[in-house]
């Protein structure tokens, strides 16, 4: 399992309303901007999480950090991005649930005690399962659909009462991609 960097607490708006996090991942290297306006039409969101695979070009990372905190973890196909320390594992703490974010489930081993959620990448296959107890949750590729019918994003939405929802969004409702 790799070393995990401490939980940063993301500050939750007002009691009663919606927390939003933003997922993330495969970029590869380009930021569609579909996936922005995905994002951006969340608003406010209290995070994004990157799940990896974000290319060599640290400007990915600057654009989703100008719309939210930003949580990343370098995946399989990255070496290090100029101006950012990422981890292979990192975690936050959003609404009182512990998220771990890794690229590739696989490289996790045992789910470590405490964690609500995962995030992860790698597959470029959009969905939401439970592991042990634990919302594991890939928001797809951003920029490469593969075998999907569409690039996806993920919203991860924590209700006032507790409960916790994941959307997947399909970049092709929100049009042509442009590139």
Known sequence: M?????????RAPA???????GLISDTHGWLDPRAIAALEREEPLAAIVHAGDIGGDPQVLYELGAIAPLTAVL???DAP?????LPALASLVVA??????IHDLASLGPIPAGVDII????????????????LVANPGSATQRRNQPSCTVGVLEF???GDVEVRIVALDDLGARVR
């Open 75 to 77: 995946g399989n196909c």
């Open 2 to 10: 790799p070393a995990e960097t401490p939980a940063r607490n993301v």
């Open 15 to 21: 009691s009663g309303s919606v927390t939003r996090v």
């Open 159 to 161: 209700g006032p009462n």
């Open 81 to 85: 991005i100029p101006g950012f320390d």
């Open 119 to 134: 995030v992860r990448g790698h597959s470029h296959i959009p969905g939401v399962q439970w592991r042990d107890g634990v």
């Open 96 to 101: 009182d649930k512990r998220i771990a974010v």
